[in-house]
Each structure stands twice: as C-alpha cells, then as structure tokens.
C-alpha cells in the first residue's frame, strides 16, 4: 500500500502502541482514584501534559486534553462567544475552516450570533487586513485556523492578533492548528491567539485525543462537557490515560530531529509538485506553504474517480477533505475555480515515512488514470 493521506491520519509508530498498551492494561488507574494506581497515574498524567504544553510553546496550566481536535474547535468557539457575550454577537471566520469551526458557527447563529465568513482568492488566501477589516465593536470572536487542511495554505495568525488588539482589543482569536501542529513552528503563549486547538492523530498519536491551549485573557472559561472535576474542573470525563499517553509518545518521537524531518518533508512537496506538475492537464492548488500538503487538479477528471482508481491499485490519496466524503469540497467551492478545475482537485499529503518512489508510482497512476480514462467534466 501507498499511503499519501497523512494530512487525514497517520499510522501510530510502534513505540507509540507500546506505551498506550502499557497504560491499558497495566498501568490502567483511573487518575482520580485515591490509592497508588490512581495516584500515579494522576502524576503520570501531569507529565504528559508537560511534554504535549512543551511541544506547543505554552505552560501545562494552559494544556487541556480534549477527545479530538472537533472537540477542541467547539469548545473555543462556545467558549469565547460566551466571554464576549455582552461585548457582541458577532463571529468573523474563514470560508475554508475545518467543519469542527463552521458547524460551531453555525450552531452559534442558531443562537443568534451574525457570523462573517471570510472568502480566499483563487489561491487560496486569506489576509490580515481582510480578517481585521471584518472585525466591529461587537466582534467576540475571530477564529482563522493556521493551516488549511486541503490546500496546504497557512494564515497569517500573528499579524491578526497584532492587528486585533488595536482594532478591537476585546475581540478573542481563536486558531484551528490541528494542521499546523508540529509541522509549522509555533509557541502557542507567543502567537497571540487565546485558544489553540490540535490534535493527537496527525502526528502519529492515537485517534481520539487532542488538546486546547487556553490562553491567560480567557477568564473562567466556560466547560463543553459538564460533570466531574477532571482538567482543573474544566473537561469533566475521565481522563483517557492510555490516547494521552500515546499522544505524548508520538509528541516526543515527532520532535526528534524535528527540523531534519519537515526538511525532508519540503523537499518530498517540492518533488511531488514537479512530478506531477509533468501531467498533461494538471494543475496545482493552493498555495502549498505548510510542508506536508499538496493539492493539484487534474482538470475535467472527477476527483472521486480518481481517487478510487488509485484506491483500487493500493495507493491511498485523498478528494479534498476526508471530512467531505461523495460530497464537493466546501474549501475547494470557496476558491471560486473552473468548474473542470474544482471538479478534479486531490490532495497528497506526506509523513515521516513517505519516499519518492511511492510519489513516482502514485504520478504514474495519475498519468495512467488521465491517459486511459475520458474526461467526464
Ligand atoms: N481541524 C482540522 C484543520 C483538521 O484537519 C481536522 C481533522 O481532519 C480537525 C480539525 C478535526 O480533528 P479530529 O479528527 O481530531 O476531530
């Protein structure tokens, strides 16, 4: 098999299964448990909080461990509008944010919030001054992630906080780095957002695990899941020892050699960008800044047959957003392309573990699928 989808979940390292199973079935106390199983595993759990809040440039106080990164995404939003709620009901995003943010929107406008949603140009861009000129008095909330997940495009998080706190120094940022997270550096209490979301399974981590920094002007941050004291009394539900123990694994072997790493990462985009910008009828997308995305068009061919031509002969990419499935892209509708064009956009996005031989072999199922089969757009 050829696995070009990491930006849709990566294989967890065996080291990473190995102290999940430990946690499983022998260190499995539950952290609030007042004998020494319990005990422990509560100071167990503090460490790994600290090796997650280190990766992230921020303290462990600031570190909450949340189920997935949708979860971290609605938290933020409900979270901040709730803040800012006599400031305003008004909500600036982007067109092209990870469902996790535009359904918490939506869910907000169903409460009667007003919700700006931020167009990109055809590449995919979204500025700085196009988010700050969107942001009123009433903004409570400005929530841009920092990099797309189909198109690869990063936005411009620093200069939007810069920005924010004089146009409306109110106004809390938040930002969708489950892209981002150890693949662009970052410091989460430099960035200047207040809330940060990731997520455990782009990087190796088990699924089901995440984290949300919240930042030191959110006060008293309002809890999505009501119940026991868990995370300062802020995430009741039992802590998931075992995904977090993982996900702590897969943060500390991921920073090994963490620069050599996205190094070899640019340079695998640079090579698949130029192999399979030899396709007659291939274009690429986006703007392709974060080093582990690639999206291209391959203009006239229908994306999800492409991308079940290529799934039948092992090589697994992706049409858009895993998240969209037989469904077309709303990232990709925004960018205002060709119909032939949006109609045949794919995404390879690449690991550790990716070569240039399975880039070869996935451009010549490409050539292949383009040669062989008639344009339907
Ligand atoms: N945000 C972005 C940008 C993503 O790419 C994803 C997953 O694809 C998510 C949020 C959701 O993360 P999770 O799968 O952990 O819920």
């Known amino acids: 098999m050829i696995y070009l989808d990491y930006a849709a979940t990566a294989p967890v390292p065996r080291a990473v299964a190995d102290a999940m199973y430990e946690v499983l079935t022998g260190r499995f106390g539950n952290p609030s448990s007042q004998y020494p199983l319990g005990l422990e595993m509560k100071k167990q759990a503090e460490s790994w909080r600290t090796a997650v809040a280190e990766a992230m440039g921020c303290t462990a106080k600031q ?19 709730w803040q800012n709620r006599r400031l305003g009901k008004h909500i600036v995003t982007t067109a092209v944010e990870h469902s996790a943010v535009l359904e918490s929107c939506r869910w907000m406008e169903r409460q ?13 861009h979204i500025t700085a001054a196009q988010v700050l000129e969107a942001v009123r008095p009433d903004t409570a909330l400005v929530s841009v992630m920092m990099v797309n997940n189909e198109l690869g495009n990063m936005y411009p998080i620093g200069d939007i ?41 782009k990087i190796g981590g088990p699924k089901g695990c995440g984290a949300l920094y919240i930042g030191p ?58 192999t399979l910008s030899a396709i007659p009828d291939l274009t690429l997308i986006g703007d392709g800044e974060a080093p582990h995305i690639l999206a291209a068009s391959l203009a006239g061919w229908p994306s999800q047959n492409i991308v079940n031509d290529l799934g039948s002969q092992g090589i697994c990419i992706s049409a858009g957003s895993a998240c969209h499935q037989g469904r ?48 339907m757009l």
């Not at 949340?66 to 933020?76: L, P, R, V």
């Not at 120094?169 to 940060?196: I, M, S």
């Open 161 to 201: 906080a810069r920005g924010l706190a004089s146009k409306n120094p109110r106004t809390l940022l938040h930002t969708d780095a489950v892209q981002g997270f150890l693949e662009v550096p970052f410091a989460a209490d430099r960035l200047g957002a207040d809330f940060v979301t990731v997520s455990a399974h």
């Open 217 to 274: 002007r959110v006060r008293n941050p309002r809890p999505l899941l009501a119940g026991g004291g868990q995370e300062s009394g802020l995430r009741a539900g039992t802590e998931a020892t075992a995904q977090i123990a993982g996900f702590a694994r897969a943060v500390e072997l991921r920073r090994q050699g963490l620069e050599q790493t996205l190094a070899r990462l640019r340079e695998l985009r640079a090579y698949a960008a130029e």
């Open 328 to 375: 077309p892209s709303h990232v990709v509708a925004a960018l205002g392309l060709p119909r032939r064009t949006a109609g045949g956009v794919i995404r390879l996005s690449f690991g550790p573990e990716s070569t240039q031989d399975e880039i070869d072999d996935c451009a010549r199922a490409l050539r292949r699928h383009h040669d062989q089969r008639m344009p």
């Open 63 to 81: 570190l909450y461990f949340t189920s997935c990164g949708t979860e971290g995404d609605n938290w933020a939003v409900t979270a901040a509008c």
């Open 112 to 124: 009667g919030y007003e919700v700006t949603y931020l167009g990109p140009d055809q590449k995919g």
